[in-house]
């Protein structure tokens, strides 16, 4: 899979609106990313990242900086290794 570490970078660029999110340190919970997105543990790198909308509403804290809470693993869109048409939700 060698653009994997690419996944989600490009995209924040073009579309602002997203945030980009490490994945966590703790190798259970990170594991369970890795999976969601359809890598393995070996797969992942240290700049690796996902961004917002992979993630429901609910995972997140805040409102102008977004943090996601704690326990919250990827369940949208993960298909983001191939190009994605983005559908960026309007700011409220
Ligand atoms: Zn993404």
Sequence with gaps: MPNASLLCLKSSKSHPGLSLHKFP??????????????????????????????????????????????????TLHLKCRKKLTYNIPNIL
């Design 25 to 74: 340190t703790n190798p259970l919970l990170r594991s369970s990313w890795l999976k969601a997105c359809g890598f393995l543990d070996s797969d992942y790198g240290p700049k690796r990242k996902l961004c917002s909308r992979h993630f429901e509403e609910d995972c997140f804290n805040g409102n102008i900086k977004r943090y996601l809470k704690p326990k919250s693993i990827p």
